[in-house]
């Protein structure tokens, strides 16, 4: 069996297995023995992941940027990515706006009633200028601090810079460059290695996430649950392929069939940093992007690019303020637009982050932070879907790079 289809019969075994897990009910000795040893399962395929995260984002980037700028590519390709960024999550914050207007979640629900059935967790409180300062400081730290604790974006910036100057220096240190670029092939061999692992961990995954869902909270969030899913999915199954095509030709099944891989990962893990050893995987050896161009544009995406997540924080805001029966007019709504974007870009490639960063946006306009505590029980389930269209669009970014910066 191909690693596609294996990958394909764990999900759907993880998926049959998690149900199984429901209808023994939770105290069953069964379910726990099987979810302690999916948790085992999981953990082992994502830390294996996660172990090759840091050097591989840092010697992708390097040399990404340090080839790119040897071909006088790089200008084009830092602005035409950032564009693509800005524009594709803009378009899925749109649409986000949009189902959360017409289908109006949350009206006629009351934030008490909901809020008896989630535990009240305390939020934590940041406003715009506040968000932005940790932002900008956040970008420049001592490199081996970042690299010890995997802090993504200091990791990005330093190795931009590092990558800029390794060129600016020449022949001099063509030596070091060659021992980075050396070095992320061999990251990506060790990769093929992991990713036999993958139909478990995903099968792990999955049966874990059915199985330990709130049902009664889900029952009651039913419409909004069905609107971002739906949503989100008409971004990544419609729009970006749709964008895709019309950008560069690439066709929808030649996409999905060489994104699969990571788009299932993505949905797995729900974290855009697991799964960016896979993307990049998929990127060069399945859709033949230049390891210049996806190393730059995929690690870059996976901080920053999140088309998933900034529809979801703005729709969110949307069945915040129907819950709390605040009506928010245009200038409100062009707010949401605005700091969904900030909150999206600030939200790292984890879990939950969105959730996090969306208390910023709830702030903006006015609404109760501690709303967040009633989401908190789907958003493992949300997180999936909007984790996989946030790792896609950095897919499709970089098809796109690649096409409008490639010579003639
Ligand atoms: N889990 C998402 C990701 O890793 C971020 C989010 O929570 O929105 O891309």
Not at 68 to 74: C, D, I, M, T, V
Not at 119 to 132: D, N, S, V
Not at 187 to 196: N, R, T, V, Y
Not at 198 to 217: C, R
């Amino acid at each position: 069996m191909s690693l596609n289809s294996q990958i394909l019969a764990g999900s759907l075994l993880g998926i049959g297995l998690g149900g199984l897990f429901v209808s023994l009910g939770s105290e069953s000795v069964w379910t726990v023995k099987g979810l302690y040893l999916c948790q085992i399962i999981s953990s082992v395929f994502i830390n294996l992941l996660k172990m090759l995260l840091v050097p591989l984002v840092f010697t992708s980037i390097v040399t990404g940027v340090a080839n790119l700028r040897l071909h006088s590519q790089l200008h084009r390709v830092w602005k035409l990515t950032l564009m693509f960024f800005v524009v594709s999550m803009m378009l899925a914050i749109m649409q986000g706006l949009l189902a959360a207007n017409l289908f109006a979640p949350g009206k006629g629900q009351t934030l008490e009633l909901l809020r008896q059935a989630s535990p009240a967790i305390p939020a934590k409180t940041m406003t715009l200028g506040e968000f932005a300062a940790a932002f900008i400081a956040g970008l420049f730290v001592n490199p081996f601090a970042a690299l010890a604790q995997g802090n993504l974006l200091a990791i990005v910036v330093f190795a931009l810079l590092l990558g800029a100057a390794l060129v600016a220096g020449g022949e001099r240190y063509r030596n070091i460059l060659l021992l980075l670029q050396e070095s992320m092939e061999v990251l990506l061999s060790l990769l093929g290695w992991i990713m036999k692992l993958a139909p478990y961990g995903i099968l792990a995954l999955l049966a874990q996430l059915l199985a330990t869902q709130d049902m009664l909270v889900l029952a009651s969030l039913t419409k909004f649950v069905v609107i971002i899913i739906a949503t989100t999915l008409i971004h990544g199954l419609l729009v970006l392929p749709l964008l895709l095509w019309l950008l560069t030709g690439v066709t929808p099944r030649r996409f999905f069939a060489g994104a699969r891989q990571a788009l299932v990962t993505a949905l797995a893990t729900s974290s855009s940093s697991a799964t960016l050893p896979v993307t990049l995987r998929c990127m060069e050896q399945h859709l033949h992007v230049k390891p210049e161009i996806a190393g730059f544009v995929i690690p870059l995406g996976a901080t920053i690019n999140m088309d998933g997540s900034a529809l979801y924080e703005a729709a969110a805001a949307l069945f915040v303020a129907n819950l709390t029966g605040i009506e928010l007019d245009l200038g409100q709504q062009l707010i949401v637009c605005f700091t969904s974007l900030v909150a999206a870009i600030g939200a790292p490639g984890i879990p939950s982050a969105g959730m996090v960063t969306m208390v910023m946006v709830l702030q903006a306009v006015g609404l109760p932070t501690e709303a967040i505590a009633i989401l908190l029980p789907v958003d493992r389930l949300l997180d999936t879907v909007r984790t996989m269209v946030n790792v896609e669009g950095d897919m499709v970014a970089s098809l796109v790079v690649q096409r409008w910066t490639s010579d003639k």
